[in-house]
């Protein structure tokens, strides 16, 4: 039994500047998602909180690159991923918004409680200047070369390439994102919040008082402890986000990661007028859900703030998932290597519960973990139809032939050993379901629901109901023998729909549907009775719960993930083409130039996103490509050689620094490097392995 009062429940709020992919579902949205739906069928008071952030680098970001203002990037993104969510099953009780009111109002109240009481430190710095646009620059919006790997295009925080942690001051060559202008040192003034001073108190806190909490999050936080930790920043210049509550500070925002945990305080404010008794009561059990990547903002900073504040709870535990990769592959939203979860609804309508069941039983619980569209197939249909839905399936259609199409009565005078077997694992069950639930590991108990629907197969298959049927005209009693199967069975079956339901809700409903019974029977309590279901009660007819994935669909999908990344161009022929020999003499080496001519070159990798004819122009194409920091129109003489459904995501080098040309009256800026053989074909000059989008040639 739980020592806690309430429960309020946090999922990561996701960046408002792109859709959700299924590995932010398995990361912490379904996880949390399941736990909540459990607590709630326990009865207890509990809170599920959600919301979009709506701030930071991501965000303005997405709005220089497509044109529009932040607050249409934010509405645009935050309906998309709630919907996506509410189609998901994610049963938040509210899903709210850092750009709203409340959330401002909260955020900045809390900041200047901080600033009241004099705990924070007042740093003039410098920092870098993009002097073209007139804007200090977050570290994200400052690239250049990666120090450890030599990545051309890591950020100011971090190079993506090698997962350094870096500063914009260790970038080799800097370069302003905004207009690729070199930045330049200015002088800025910022607060900055001296966790330094917390780290006794978190070492406590944490390694002395949470050794329950998963190894890599209880590490993680180790390592960091075990660093030192320093003073952060918690202001940023720039005109979009939580304004800094303090005189003369025009153009200075709360830093996005100061903000965005206090989200979470705000949103259960819009929910509740008892939003103090989650918050500040003792007896709440605070449960953060979050991916690993942000395991140092709600384990050290953000309890650090709340600490800092004085009045709030802590987290009780933070289970941090581990990363899902797609394909053997680690997810990329930039190189469009992801599953979104608004297109998985789109192309298998219906079957959200079998996502949630292939995330769940591959969870990256302890370690990153792979998703396949072949081993969604056949996890669907060697554990979700054939041994889950085949069991239910069974149970109802012998029913309906043997029974009567009703709940048949248990015959004492021929109960027996395996009768009694399969009934005490209806309880034995719950408690190792249970126990796993309550400490985070919804693998395991997942598994536990499935192998009790494996057992009742067991049974049902020793038990052998049909060929008892064909002994009835001989041995009329032997119907008891039928009974006492399918009665056990029916009753199974309420009990896995109770089981099921925190995994698979919609599932779970269609159970107790076909059963003719109220969703009050899913409250946790009713999990392990073995008289759910009345004698003499009908039942609807058998219907299949999942369908089945087909061979075309999934091939589909693995196209379309392929078809959809941005990926380098393979060589047309690796081997000299001997057949060439008599063709027209290679073109003479042209005059001899210095280094100095061809440093002015600015050669950069790009992908090829669209391409199109030109009208009245038979050699030429009107191509899309996206050089990482801006997508050029670019005008080549290449549609002789190429169709342009053939070159769409292919990588290229293309001249970035050549000067605009009018080609049939469109502005061409840049030129694609081409290699033409002796046969006066043409090739793409291109990078043999994948670079990221923007890198420098040399």
Known sequence: MSNFKRYLVTAALPYANGPVHIGHLAGCYLPADIYVRYQRAQKRDIKFIGGSDEHGVPITIRAMKEGVSPQQIVDKYHALIKESFDQMGISFDIYSRTSNKTHHETAAAFFKKLYDDGLFEEKETEQYYDEKTNTFLADRYITGTCPVCGNPNAYGDQCEKCGSSLSPEQLINPRSTLSDAVPVKRKTKHWY????????????????????????????????????????????????????PLPDTEGKVLYVWFDAPIGYISATKEL????????????????????????????????????????????DNVPANEFLNIEGDKVSTSRNWAVWVHEYIKDFPGCEDMLRYVLCANAPET??????????????KGELSDIFGNFE???????????????????????????????????????????????FKFRDA??????????????????????????????????????????????????LAILIHPFLPTTAKKMLHKMKVVEKMLEWENAGKTKLL?????????????????????????????SGL?????????????????????????????????AKIDLRVGTIVAAEKVPKADKLLKLQVDLGFETRTIVSGIAEHFKPEDITGKQVV??????PRKMRGIESNGMILMAEDKAGKLHFVNPIDAIDNGSSVS
């Open 367 to 380: 370690k990153d973990n792979d998703f396949t569209w072949k081993d969604f197939q056949q996890r669907v």
């Open 534 to 562: 009345s004698v003499g009660y009908s039942l609807r007819a058998p219907e299949l719960l999942f369908r089945k994935i087909e061979d075309a669909e999934i091939e589909a999908q693995i196209a379309k993930l392929k």
């Open 193 to 244: 919040f001296p966790l330094q001073n917390y780290e006794d108190w978190l070492k406590g806190w944490i390694l002395e008082g949470h050794t329950e909490w998963k190894n890599n999050v209880y590490g993680q936080c180790k390592s960091w402890l075990d660093s030192g930790l320093q003073s952060r920043a918690m202001t940023r210049d720039s005109s979009w986000g939580v304004k800094v």
């Open 654 to 659: 293309v001249v970035a620094n050549l000067a």
């Open 272 to 315: 509740t007028e008892e939003w103090a008794d989650y918050w500040c009561k003792e007896d709440t059990k605070l449960v953060h859900f979050i991916g690993k990547d942000n395991i140092v903002f709600h384990c050290i900073i953000f309890p650090a703030m709340l600490k800092a504040h004085g009045g709030f709870v802590l987290p």
């Open 446 to 495: 997942l598994s536990e629901v499935i192998d009790l629907a494996r057992k009742g197969n067991k049974y049902m298959q020793e038990k052998e109901p049909w060929k008892v049927a064909n002994t009835l005209a001989e041995k009329p009693d032997n119907q008891k023998l039928i009974d006492n199967c399918i009665h056990i069975c029916l009753q199974l079956t309420a009990n």
């Open 566 to 598: 941005i990926k380098p161009v393979e060589a047309t022929n690796t081997k000299p083409d001997n057949t060439n020999d008599a063709g027209k003499e290679p073109a003479p080496v042209k005059a001899g130039i210095v280094y100095d001519d061809f």
């Open 393 to 439: 399936n069974r149970a109802f259609v012998l029913m309906h032939k043997l029974c009567g199409g009703k709940v048949p009565p248990l015959h004492a005078d021929v109960f027996d050993d395996a009768d009694k077997s399969l009934l005490a694992e209806f309880e034995i069950t719950k408690g190792k379901v249970e126990e796993s639930l309550e400490n």
